[in-house]
């Protein structure tokens, strides 16, 4: 069969051939169609219902473009990169965020399960998925068991560890396919434009250089200011779109629904909720196939249902989440201050005093804290066009300095309701 082309707002036609299309198909894939990109962000940004598909599928073509590069600079180095290279690097990157649950990250952040990465571990390796078993038909168990070791990076010591260990960055590092793919979707769905880069010349930027027995990536210092201009991007984008005050608040306003349902299970009063999400909510064993279940759609549906429940808090908070309403005062001052204030207004009606305003359900307190760039295992890793040597990224910008990298821009809001303060305790709310 021939190929099969995908027209993409972001990088035009994407072309896959035939396996790639037989695993699209699959319902584990598919299953991304139904869960936004950048969680419950369409609350601020009202065009940014993007899909984690359309990310997967774009980091796949991201991944082709890389490999393209890599395959020459791999070769003057004596590495042949073989076909079956090329396709564990395609798929591992189509592949990346299969495991991811319903309103992405925050997912982790209310039920504190594994990770997504670790998810899309278990989906890969069930005999019982539709992905397990395709990936086998079409490329064998020994690819299935390399895809494995690439994707969670535990390919030491064997004969191709050098290739894996490139295929391993560009899946997963601070210049990934992933980054580079979501950096670009997520500028044009918000629109905010200071997330926009030019990946052509970035992905011209690479090189590659043998250290010792070790392959590494690097940028040639002569595109300083292309790697900075996509560093600078991710800084804009998490400051102004991935960490916005809003959609910290509507995230916090989920985890509060959650936890408010925990306690209403825990106390064997009755409410709707679906086996699958009774055992997430309870921690209890979830099977990979009840996981498979959860989408947006599926959380959505519930917290619709549970706008009927007899439980006022949890019927305040689901409208709250569900009709964009923050909670309705802002306060100037620190929570230690405010928690005496309140404690003073509850002893005056003779109601036990909080102790914890974390704890509390008409309480939010949002953070933002943004990193400019991280030396980590994963550095950055830039050329000397001087000496021919590689120096952290921190070492050789100006911009991304230290002194700069090693700063934090860091702001907290903190949010109170008083129509939920006078639900739960019977009292009027006046600061």
Same mark, same amino acid.
């Given at each position: 069969?021939?190929?099969? $082309?995908?027209?993409?707002?972001?990088?035009?036609?994407?072309?896959? =051939?035939? *396996?790639?299309?037989?695993?699209?198909?699959?319902?584990?894939?598919?299953?991304?169609?139904?869960?936004?990109?950048?969680?419950?962000?369409?609350?601020?940004?009202?065009?940014?219902?993007?899909?984690?598909?359309?990310?997967?599928?774009?980091?796949?073509?991201?991944?082709?473009?890389?490999?393209?590069?890599?395959?020459?600079?791999?070769?003057?180095?004596?590495?042949?990169?073989?076909?079956?290279?090329?396709?564990?690097?395609?798929?591992?990157?189509?592949?990346?965020?299969?495991?991811?649950?319903?309103?992405?990250?925050?997912?982790?952040?209310?039920?504190?399960?594994?990770?997504?990465?670790?998810?899309?571990?278990?989906?890969?390796?069930?005999?019982?998925?539709?992905?397990?078993? %395709?990936?086998?038909?079409?490329?064998?168990?020994?690819?299935?068991?390399?895809? $494995? =070791?690439?994707?969670?990076?535990?390919?030491?010591?064997?004969?191709?560890?050098?290739?894996?260990?490139?295929?391993?960055?560009?899946?997963?590092?601070?210049?990934?396919?992933?980054?580079?793919?979501?950096?670009?979707?997520?500028?044009?769905?918000?629109?905010?434009?200071?997330?926009?880069?030019?990946?052509?010349?970035?992905?011209?930027?690479?090189?590659?250089?043998?250290?010792?027995?070790?392959?590494?990536?690097?940028?040639?210092?002569?595109?300083?200011?292309?790697?900075?201009?996509?560093?600078?991007?991710?800084?804009?984008?998490?400051?102004?779109?991935?960490?916005?005050?809003?959609?910290?608040?509507?995230?916090?306003?989920?985890?509060?629904?959650?936890?408010?349902?925990?306690?209403?299970?825990?106390?064997?009063?009755?409410?709707?909720? =679906?086996?699958?999400? *009774?055992?997430?909510?309870?921690?209890?064993?979830?099977?990979?196939?009840?996981?498979?279940?959860?989408?947006?759609?599926?959380?959505?549906?519930?917290?619709?249902?549970?706008?009927?429940?007899?439980?006022?808090?949890?019927?305040?908070?689901?409208?709250?989440?569900?009709?964009?309403?923050?909670?309705?005062?802002?306060?100037?001052?620190?929570?230690?201050?405010?928690?005496?204030?309140?404690?003073?207004?509850?002893?005056?009606?003779? %109601?036990?005093?909080?102790?914890?305003?974390?704890?509390?359900?008409?309480? $939010?307190?949002?953070?933002?804290?943004?990193?400019?760039?991280?030396?980590?295992?994963?550095? $950055?890793?830039?050329?000397?066009?001087?000496?021919?040597?590689?120096?952290?990224?921190?070492?050789?910008?100006?911009?991304?300095?230290?002194?700069?990298?090693?700063?934090?821009?860091?702001?907290?809001?903190?949010?109170?309701?008083?129509?939920?303060?006078?639900?739960?305790?019977?009292?009027?709310?006046?600061?």
């Amino acid at each position: 069969m021939g190929s099969f $082309i995908i027209r993409d707002v972001i990088h035009g036609d994407i072309e896959f =051939d035939d *396996k790639i299309k037989q695993i699209l198909n699959c319902p584990e894939f598919q299953r991304l169609h139904r869960i936004h990109q950048l969680s419950c962000e369409y609350l601020v940004f009202p065009t940014a219902t993007h899909t984690r598909f359309s990310h997967s599928i774009g980091t796949y073509h991201v991944m082709k473009k890389l490999i393209e590069h890599f395959t020459v600079k791999l070769e003057e180095k004596g590495y042949k990169v073989k076909k079956e290279d090329k396709q564990l690097a395609y798929v591992a990157a189509l592949l990346h965020d299969i495991g991811h649950g319903a309103f992405s990250h925050t997912f982790e952040k209310i039920f504190s399960l594994k990770s997504h990465e670790a998810w899309t571990m278990s989906i890969i390796k069930d005999k019982n998925t539709h992905i397990h078993k %395709k990936i086998i038909k079409l490329y064998g168990k020994a690819f299935l068991q390399k895809l $494995i =070791d690439v994707m969670s990076k535990s390919y030491k010591n064997q004969e191709s560890s050098n290739i894996f260990s490139i295929i391993a960055t560009l899946v997963s590092s601070q210049t990934d396919a992933d980054r580079m793919d979501y950096l670009l979707r997520d500028s044009y769905f918000t629109s905010v434009t200071n997330g926009r880069y030019d990946i052509e010349r970035l992905i011209k930027s690479f090189g590659v250089t043998q250290i010792n027995s070790e392959l590494r990536i690097y940028i040639n210092e002569k595109y300083m200011s292309t790697l900075e201009e996509y560093v600078l991007a991710r800084y804009f984008m998490h400051k102004e779109v991935y960490q916005h005050t809003t959609k910290r608040h509507m995230e916090i306003c989920l985890c509060l629904i959650f936890k408010r349902v925990k306690e209403i299970l825990e106390s064997k009063t009755k409410i709707f909720c =679906d086996d699958a999400l *009774k055992n997430l909510i309870l921690k209890k064993n979830i099977t990979v196939s009840d996981y498979l279940k959860t989408d947006d759609s599926y959380f959505m549906y519930h917290i619709m249902a549970w706008t009927k429940s007899k439980d006022d808090i949890l019927v305040f908070l689901c409208n709250c989440f569900l009709n964009r309403e923050q909670f309705d005062i802002e306060v100037s001052y620190d929570e230690d201050m405010l928690k005496d204030k309140i404690n003073k207004l509850l002893k005056k009606h003779n %109601k036990q005093e909080i102790k914890d305003l974390n704890n509390e359900y008409f309480y $939010i307190e949002t953070q933002k804290q943004v990193n400019l760039y991280v030396s980590s295992t994963e550095n $950055i890793w830039i050329k000397s066009k001087d000496d021919d040597k590689l120096y952290d990224l921190s070492q050789k910008s100006l911009i991304i300095n230290r002194e700069n990298a090693i700063k934090d821009y860091s702001s907290k809001n903190i949010f109170i309701s008083g129509t939920l303060f006078k639900i739960i305790y019977g009292i009027d709310l006046k600061l």
